[in-house]
Each structure stands twice: as C-alpha cells, then as structure tokens.
C-alpha cells in the first residue's frame, strides 16, 4: 500500500472508532442533556490540545454473545491535553458503547492513563458514566475495578484526582471516585449508587428512582459523597477548571502562584460579627474580607454547612480555609463536619497548602443520635487530621472556643504555629449558662432565689474565663487582634512560615479513626 492508501486507512478507522455506539445511542444520549464522551473531553481541556491514546483497542470477551459485538474504543476515551497551558491527564467513559461498562480491556486503557499521571506527576481527571462492571466479562472486569483502586489509592497525596459523575454511575464507576480527592456532580445527569433501582427490585421488592437513590442533589447534600454541584455539563467543567487555579500539580510542588489583590472593600471585616455573641453571621463574609480579591472557592458547600471549607489566596498564594459556620448549628462540630473537615485538612496537608482556621462554635453538638452515630470516631478525625498536619496551621479564634471544639480547631496544642483572637473572643470548657448550672448547682438550689443566683454565677463564669486573656497569659493564644489586623497577621504569618520544617517520629503510617 502506498503511504498515501496507508493514510486513508488510519483516517477510516479512525472514524468508525469516532462514532462511538452509533448514531441512535449519541441521539438518547442527547436527548437527556448529556455531552458525548469527546465533546466532554475537549470542552474540560485547552482548544486542540487532546492527544488520544488506545483508541483502536478492541474487546476480548468471548461469552454472552459478546464475540458478535463491535465496542469502538471499548468505551473509554483516555489521552493527555493541557488545562491553562498545563498537562493533565484525562479518560472519559462512552455510554453509548455497552453502557460505559467496564470490562478487561476498557479497564486497562483506563489504568494505562492512570500510570501515566502517576509517572509523570500530572493530575487525573476521571470523567465516569457507566454501569460499573461489565457483567458479561465476569472476574476479568472485576479484576479491572481492583487494579484501578489500587491505583487510586497510590496516587492519593500524590498527584490530584478529580472525578466527574455524568450519567448514571454504579458498583465499581461510584467506588472509584470514591477513592479520589474531588467529586463533580451535574443536576439531573449524576447519578451514584452501589446497585442500580433495577437489583434494588429484584432483591428487595422497592421500587425506586434513580433520582431518590443517589441523585446529584443527594450526593452534594445527604451523602456528601460530592464536592461540587453544578447545574449543567458545562458549570461543571468551569468549576473543574478553577479548583485547578488553586491546587499544585503534584506534592512536591506548591500551587501557582498569582499576583496579590487586596480584598474587595465590600467585605469590610469590623462589620460582619454583631456585637450580640447569640447572633449568628455568614463566616464566609469573614473569609472573603481577609483573601485576595474576595475569591474564596467553597468546597462542599451544600454538605455540613456547620463547618466551612475551601481555598482563598493570600498574597497570591493558596490557602484552606477551615471555618465553623455559625449561621448552621450555631458552627456545632458534629460527625459530618468533622469528616467534612478531616479530609480536607489532609488534602491540604498532603498537597503544601497552609491552612488557616477561622473558630466560632459551641463545642461537639450533643444528643443521642450524634453519639450513635458515632461522634466520638468521627470527632476524632478532626483532632487526627490537625494534629498529623504539618502545613502551616494559623488560627483566629472569633468568638466562642468551647470545650473538646477548642480543641479541635487547630489549638495550640494540636501545634498551631500561630494562634490569634479577636477580643470577643470567649474560651472556656463550656458555655458560661451550662457552666454555672454544673458548677454552683447545689448554691443555686439551696437560694431563695435561684435565678438570680444563677445570673450571678454565669457573670462571675464569664468574667473569669469567657473572654481570651486567661489562654494569652499561659500563652496557649500568641496575641489578642483587633478585627481589622487579621489579614496582615495572616499574611505574615504565612510568610514566616514558608520554610517550615516539622519532622515527626518514623512511622510506616499511623491509623486515623477511619
Ligand atoms: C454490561 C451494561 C451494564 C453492565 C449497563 N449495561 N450496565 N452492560 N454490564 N454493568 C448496558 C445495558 O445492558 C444496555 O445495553 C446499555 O448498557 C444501557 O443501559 P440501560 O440499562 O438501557 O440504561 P439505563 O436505563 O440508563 O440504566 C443505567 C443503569 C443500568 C442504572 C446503570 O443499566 C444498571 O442498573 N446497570 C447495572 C448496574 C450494576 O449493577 N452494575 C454492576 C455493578 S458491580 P443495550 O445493549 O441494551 O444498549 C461492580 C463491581 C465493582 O461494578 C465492585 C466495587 C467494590
């Protein structure tokens, strides 16, 4: 064949494999809202910079009629491309081809993709929308799913892995991204469940929708197995684009850096706490005074919105922000926003990113369903995750630092490098009512007037100890602040930091309380 023929020829396959599961899959496909597979990819990457590899790989199950069927691709897409001019790695799975599932094959383009990142210290990109394992292709799909956990698990902390969630996602295409650092979801595209409504029929008798069982909306807001909602394909691929601005392509890298920006003068910091400590207030406003140009990035904003978490910058550089939300539980740690912020924590702490930790709340919420829940393991990963963190770790205590919450805020016994308060700042083992009621219970029975014993004994409380001056004259807060002096404490503190160097005992790994 001449080279021209030879051409020809690479150009034809090349254009039946494009074609995907046909026509009339892409067309059913459309018809729901969702991209196709490539369209997806080239939106998410810099125009013209996809490179696609694998792409005439081919099936090789033999049952079920499987031998009879031609799946272009073996439906995935994997290849590398750049975002803002920098590389990344990226597959993306084909409904239209036998439901995204994933057999042997598919599995080891999609592992073939995953080494690479891995060698080459680029982030993953995940795009799943599948049925999980492909059920005619038995262990050997099973097999597939396990070599992409395990190397999950061997790029976490090393190299970022975002996954998308665009279609409806089961078994192995949920516990994968599962395994990642961020998950995107899409309104009325994402759906994520272990088994689909049509085995939860056969098993249980129950019919229910997709919708219900995991949703978009039940992921970012019951399950918080998502970290971004975005109501179409395309907020989605911004949102991916701008959690790239702030995250360092690998952990041996700090993010990229961006000329500083004073924040905006709307936010103005003495104006957002209310002189009433009962009142609550928007922490984000707080956050948004004191980063660069106003530009914080929530993370998980519609899952345990007690606790706040995301990234800002300062003086152009990323920070994790770790703020209690007093508008929500009155900021309460609880057992999902201990999780919320466990995890984040390490993110940061694996990644270089110093963190900074805004404190108002109350302490860990009470009651018997929290202690069912299991409160004391899941408080527990917040004190794991700040105590292991060897970042730069300031915090500002805002207003109230009760108790174990104290603690747990990134404290100076947790090893905050700095600790800063506002003068309204109140620490003490718990709220001066509560406080008085246990303490001085027998003089306020025995009184004849038990109320206004009562009100006497919290005045005395609080005098003594809600206020910050009894933690700055052990030294356990290294300066009481005025509101307006935040930001510069924070950027200097930050600065000093740079260097940091904290070397810890040997240790093959510790065990957080999973
Ligand atoms: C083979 C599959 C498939 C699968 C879907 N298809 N899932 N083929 N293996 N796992 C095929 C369908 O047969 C169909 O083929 C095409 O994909 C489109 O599927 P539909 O059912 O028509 O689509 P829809 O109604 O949108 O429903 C999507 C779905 C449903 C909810 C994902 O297909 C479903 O429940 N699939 C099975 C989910 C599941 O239980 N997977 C196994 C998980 S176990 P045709 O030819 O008709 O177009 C697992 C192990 C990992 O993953 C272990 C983790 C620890």
């Not at 290849?79 to 080891?108: K, N």
């Not at 740690?333 to 993110?347: E, M, N, Q, T, W």
């Not at 409380?461 to 307006?484: C, Q, S």
Request: proline share 5%; aromatic share 8%; net charge negative.
């Amino acid at each position: 064949m001449s080279l021209k023929r030879n051409i020809l020829d690479l150009r034809k396959r090349k254009e039946k494999v494009l074609q995907g599961g046909g026509e009339k899959a892409i067309q059913k496909q459309v018809a729901m809202g969702k991209l196709t597979a490539r369209e997806r990819v080239t939106s998410i990457l810099d125009e013209d910079s996809f490179h696609e590899y694998d792409l005439f790989v081919e099936h090789e199950a033999r049952d079920f009629g499987m031998e009879k069927k031609e799946l272009h691709g073996d439906g995935v897409i994997i290849g590398t491309g750049t975002i803002y001019g920098e590389p990344v790695c990226i597959f993306a799975q084909d409904f239209t081809v036998a439901g995204g599932s994933l057999g042997l094959m598919h599995a080891r383009k999609i592992t073939k993709i995953m080494d690479h990142a891995l060698k080459m210290r680029v982030p993953l990109i995940g795009i799943n929308d599948s049925g999980g394992a492909r059920i005619q292709e038995g262990v050997n799909s099973l097999a597939g799913y396990g070599e992409i956990f395990f190397r999950n698990t061997l790029a976490s902390g090393v190299i970022p892995q975002l996954s998308v969630i665009l279609g409806p996602c089961a078994g192995g295409a949920v516990y994968s991204p599962a395994l990642t650092d961020f998950v995107f979801v899409v309104e009325n595209i994402s759906k994520m469940f272990i088994t689909g409504p049509e085995v939860i029929k056969t098993v249980l008798g129950e019919e229910i929708s997709m919708e219900e069982l995991g949703g978009a909306k039940v992921h970012s807001e019951i399950t918080g197995n998502a970290h971004f909602y975005a109501l179409s394909e395309y907020e989605c691929f911004e949102q991916i684009k701008k959690l790239l601005t702030f995250i360092p392509w690998h952990n041996g890298k700090k993010a990229k850096a961006f000329p500083p920006k004073p924040p905006k003068p709307e936010f103005k910091i003495e104006d957002i706490v209310p002189a009433d400590p009962t009142q609550p207030y928007d922490i984000r406003n707080v956050i948004k005074s004191v980063v660069d140009d106003s530009d914080f990035f929530e993370v998980m904003e519609n899952f345990a919105g007690n606790i706040v978490i995301g990234f800002g910058r300062m003086n152009g550089e990323t920070v994790g922000f770790v703020a209690n939300q007093p508008m929500v539980l009155a900021g309460v740690l609880d057992c999902d926003s201990s999780d919320k912020a466990a995890r984040f924590i390490r993110y940061c702490d694996a990644f270089n990113i110093p963190l900074v930790t805004l404190e108002d709340m109350p302490g860990y919420l009470p009651g018997v369903d929290q202690e069912h829940m299991g409160v004391i393991r899941h408080g527990a990963k917040i004190l794991y995750a700040y105590s292991e963190a060897t970042v730069p770790k300031i915090t500002v205590i805002i207003r109230k630092a009760y108790g174990g919450g104290y603690i747990a805020m990134n404290s100076r016994h947790m090893k905050a490098d700095f600790m800063f308060a506002w003068p309204t700042a109140e620490i003490a083992v718990m709220g001066p009512e509560g406080a008085a009621n246990i303490i001085f219970r027998k003089e306020i029975m025995a009184a004849e007037d038990p109320d206004a014993v009562r009100r006497e004994k919290v005045a005395e409380y609080k005098e003594k100890f809600a206020n910050p001056y009894v933690a700055a004259a052990k030294g356990y807060i290294d300066t009481v602040i005025e509101p307006l002096e935040t930001r510069n404490m924070l950027l200097h503190s930050i600065e000093v930091s740079s260097n940091k160097a904290d070397r810890r005992p040997q240790k093959k790994h510790g065990i957080p309380p999973f």
